[in-house]
């Protein structure tokens, strides 16, 4: 990867729906060379998916919980169990005092509370740690 496809990456991370024509213009390439190397990008899996970035509290989910999960046997494959909780957005199997860290989006401390719930039937967790966001600074897209 080039200082050219990192250009690309960079600008497609700001406005993911730009034309490949002010793709181009951007990064110095014609819309077809810009649409060709986004191509390639996509194939080598560099650009997992392009989407949209809601907001979170606009769509009913305004409720944003970090959750360590601590267990008593090895977490790595329990990821089923994980998918299979709908308001969990990230999992991660982590090094530390607890197995995995998972990011939760609720509507209500209420639903939050009935996830944690719903975290305690995983086989092997043997308790959780949940800090509610009260207000986000900022998030960063990944630094080119």
């Known amino acids: 990867m080039d200082h050219i496809d990192r250009a690309l990456l960079a600008q497609l991370q700001q406005e993911a729906t730009q034309s490949y024509a002010a793709l181009g213009e ?5 819309a077809g060379a810009a649409h060709e190397r986004v191509r390639k990008l996509r194939e080598r899996g ?10 979170p509290a606009a769509v009913g989910s ?22 299979a909780i709908a308001e969990i957005q990230e999992a991660h199997v982590i090094a530390g ?3 995995v860290m998972v990011k939760v989006r609720t509507a ?10 719903r975290l305690y039937a995983i086989d092997g967790v043997s308790g ?3 800090t509610v966001v009260l207000e986000t600074f900022f998030e960063r897209p990944l630094p080119l």
């Not at 959750?67 to 998918?83: H, I, K, N």
């Open 26 to 30: 951007a990064v110095g390439l014609s």
């Open 46 to 55: 560099v650009i997992r998916r392009t989407t949209v970035d809601v907001d």
């Open 62 to 83: 305004g409720v944003l919980a970090y959750v360590m999960v601590d267990s008593t046997a090895w977490m790595g494959d329990s990821r089923p169990a994980f998918e």
């Open 97 to 99: 005092s607890a197995s």
């Open 108 to 117: 209500t401390t209420d639903q939050l509370q009935d996830v944690l719930r």
């Open 128 to 130: 959780t740690q949940a």
